[in-house]
């Protein structure tokens, strides 16, 4: 039966036993005295979720110093560590620190199962003690008994055996018990029932401390448990250190609060920027200087701090030589045997075994990188490369430009913040100038209540909560992606009840342009003009601007709106109507896009060609070159036509053999040999058909290669409308 160790046997193992016949207590040594910690000086707190820790103190050459990094966190510590000032005339050495070990090689260094996901029993612990020399107290004797461990295991409890013999009660197991066999120091051997044992204690102070460490790294908290970084040297004077470790990422949330309107509009508002930041550390921050960077820098974990070994290859003589001598336990009569049936023969065996393996390379993993030809649809609409109408996305100012990939805001006042707490600090506070309005995503969907929000600050506002207050109150919230300096965002805050857009009419007509041939795909550019009345009400008390998104291209012009802007979020042009108060109206706009279409060369059609030749608007020396094409275009339609048919034929042969061999096989006979004259008729349909399939699989070959042929054919004809390098 496997005992679960209990709290107290743990302390038992630690504990001394001041008992004549233990050994003396070891005489105590002086206290080691605590090293300084480097008092935390800066922080800066990244969104890939690690902090740079800067410490600096004033040390004298005889203090020790050190640098206080959870267990958990030891590797980053390490791998990053940078000494930025050491002291006038002083020297770092280098810094120390408790080594870390993972949990399977803190047990294996026990004696205890190196799984690190199975429990340790009592039965384990006693297992580990195997060979040491303990002291052990048990309840039927308050002497203590001192010996080593020769063996710990389970045999069958004799007295609870007869209880059950008496029982009558055969069906149950005999019951065991753990029993620990014992060399005391007088030589004896003696058996001690584990279920009686109140006190262990091994002799050897090395076991202890073995134990003592594997806890360390096995307890449910032990990635927590603060590790010191001492400091070796002598450094006198102003001693600067920086590393990162694991944080909690920072997050932002803004308050925008409108104040009185400064033009038509425009209003004026203020931008209230919070971050939210956690100490998940057991270190309190004492005004610490906070940073918070609005970037993402590469950051990886890699193991450093747990010693590592590889594997060195086993060399042995050739002879398999026996780490035993062969007579250790025999003799060569034993070995000769008894002979009795008059043979004498010797039987032996030896075997030798080795294995080695190595793991390296890279800290990551990358996955192949695999490039996938794009798939082109027929008739797909794009914006034209070759018409130029207008760009509607020249509407958005500028985009702001930062310095380098990171922007970081820098906290004026130092920070104190206990240990595992967390705080709301402001990072930005600047007026901005921002324009209420009805944003409605396209006509007949109900109207968002928005404002045109820019980004005048100056900074990189990162992504966020933002919550909207006027009128003496809360007008909603949503959220802000990443924004640059001068980039807008028109930001929906909720519904809108009083405004409505219904499309009342609308009218499309395309007008074909140009031709042009690139990459193996023949490009229709034309003017699209579609013309729209939209019925427009404003059923509020007061004007309203109505912000309308447009599902068009930027490369377009828009005529018959008050004005234009464009959506930089969705990348869509977007039309303003001011209404007046309790106005329902008639609002007509045009918009004109350059598109192409494009058409894949392989797959064109005469129908596609002909339909290319009646539009009498795209200039004749285009057209020109596509009617010349299309006897090719032709003859590579009725050369898929031929594939397909080849296809189907070879198709039809393979499954008419592969039905011959069947009945074949149901007959008993092959086409190697048959089983007589029912047979023979069949084998010679079956050489037929495999004939049959031959012929067939040439005329496929031979008609895909003909189609190949007449594709290069098309587009040889059509690279004349391959635009030159500077049109």
Request: aromatic residues 4%; negative net charge; charged residues 25%.
């Amino acid at each position: 039966m496997r005992l679960l160790l209990r709290p107290l046997v743990a302390v038992i193992l630690l504990s001394t036993l001041p008992t004549g016949c233990a050994p003396p207590p070891p005489e105590p040594r002086a206290a080691t005295p605590a090293p300084d910690i480097l008092p935390l000086r800066s922080l800066r707190l990244y969104e890939t979720g690690v902090g740079y820790f800067e410490r600096s103190g004033g040390l004298g050459g005889h203090v020790a110093a050190s640098l206080p990094v959870p267990a958990g966190q030891l590797d980053d510590a390490l791998a990053s560590l940078v000494v930025l000032s050491a002291g006038a005339g002083g020297q770092v050495a280098g810094l120390s620190f408790a080594s870390s070990v993972t949990k399977a090689t803190a047990r294996s260094s026990a004696g205890l199962p190196p799984d690190p996901t199975s429990p340790i029993a009592f039965q384990d612990l006693l297992q580990s003690m195997k060979g040491a020399r303990v002291t052990i107290v048990t309840r039927e004797s308050a002497v203590p008994v001192v010996g080593r461990v020769v063996e710990v295991a389970s045999e069958v409890d004799e007295a609870r055996a007869r209880a059950l013999a008496e029982l009558k009660d055969a069906q149950r197991e005999s019951p065991k018990r753990l029993v620990v066999t014992l060399l005391t120091v007088r030589g004896e051997l003696t058996l001690v029932p584990a279920e009686s044992i109140v006190r262990i204690r091994p002799v050897d102070p090395a076991f202890a401390a073995r134990l003592d460490a594997a806890l360390d790294a096995l307890g449910t908290r032990s990635s927590e448990n603060a590790r010191a970084l001492r400091l070796l040297g002598d450094a006198r004077g102003q001693v600067s250190f920086g590393y990162i470790a694991e944080t909690p990422i920072w997050r932002a949330s803004y308050r925008l609060l409108e104040g009185e309107s400064t033009e038509p509009g425009g209003t004026t508002a203020v931008l209230q920027g919070w971050a939210l930041i956690h100490n998940d550390t057991d270190e309190s921050w004492h005004d610490v200087h906070l940073e918070l960077v609005n970037g993402e820098p590469d950051s990886f974990i890699f193991p450093m701090a747990a010693p590592r070994y590889t594997r060195r290859e086993l060399v042995h003589p050739e002879d398999a030589l026996s780490t035993l001598p062969q007579l250790h336990d025999t003799t060569a009569d034993a070995l000769w045997g008894d002979n009795l049936d008059g043979t004498g023969t010797v039987g032996y065996g030896q075997g030798f075994g080795s294995g080695h393996g190595r793991l390296g390379g890279s800290h990551t993993s990358r996955s192949p990188t695999v490039r996938m030809g794009a798939t082109r649809v027929d008739g797909r609409t794009a914006s034209s490369s070759l018409l130029s109408v207008g760009n509607l996305a020249d509407l958005a100012p500028a985009s702001g430009t930062e310095q380098g990939a990171l922007f970081v805001y820098s906290v004026p006042n130092g920070l104190s913040l206990d240990a595992h707490a967390s705080g709301l600090v402001p990072f930005v506070q600047r007026s901005v100038t921002i324009e209420r309005l009805a944003f409605f995503s396209g006509p007949d969907v109900g109207g968002r209540a928005a404002v045109r929000f820019v980004n005048g600050t100056g900074q990189t506002l990162p992504a966020g909560t933002l919550s909207l207050y006027g009128d003496g109150g809360f007008l909603g919230e949503t959220t802000l992606d990443r924004l640059k300096p001068g980039e807008r965002r028109f930001l929906q805050v909720g519904n809108d009840l009083d405004v409505e857009v219904t499309q009342k009419k609308t009218s499309r007509h395309e007008v074909a342009k140009r031709l042009t041939f690139a990459d193996g795909v023949l490009y229709e550019h034309f003017l699209r003009t579609t013309d729209a009345t939209w019925e427009v009400e404003n059923r509020g008390g007061s004007t309203r601007t109505f912000y309308v998104a447009l599902s068009a291209d930027r490369n377009a012009t828009v005529t018959g709106a008050d004005r234009l802007d464009f959506d930089e979020a969705t990348s869509r042009p977007v039309v303003v109507f001011d209404v007046k108060a309790k106005q329902k109206t008639s609002r007509t706009f045009s918009v004109v896009e350059g598109l192409s279409r494009n058409h894949d060369a392989d797959s064109l059609t005469e129908k596609a060609v002909r339909a290319l030749l009646d539009k009498t608007t795209i200039p004749g020396a285009e057209l020109g070159v596509l009617l010349r094409a299309l006897p090719r275009v032709q003859a590579l339609e009725a050369g898929r036509v031929a594939v397909s048919a080849a296809e189907h034929a070879a198709t039809v042969a393979q499954e008419d053999l592969e039905r011959l061999r069947e009945d074949l096989k149901a007959l008993g006979g092959s086409t190697a040999g048959g089983t007589g004259v029912v047979a023979a008729p069949l084998v010679k349909r079956v050489v037929e058909a495999e004939d049959r399939v031959d012929a067939a699989r040439k005329n496929k070959e031979t008609a895909e290669k003909s189609l190949e042929d007449r594709r290069e054919q098309v587009r040889a004809s059509l690279e004349k409308l391959t635009l030159p390098a500077q049109e």
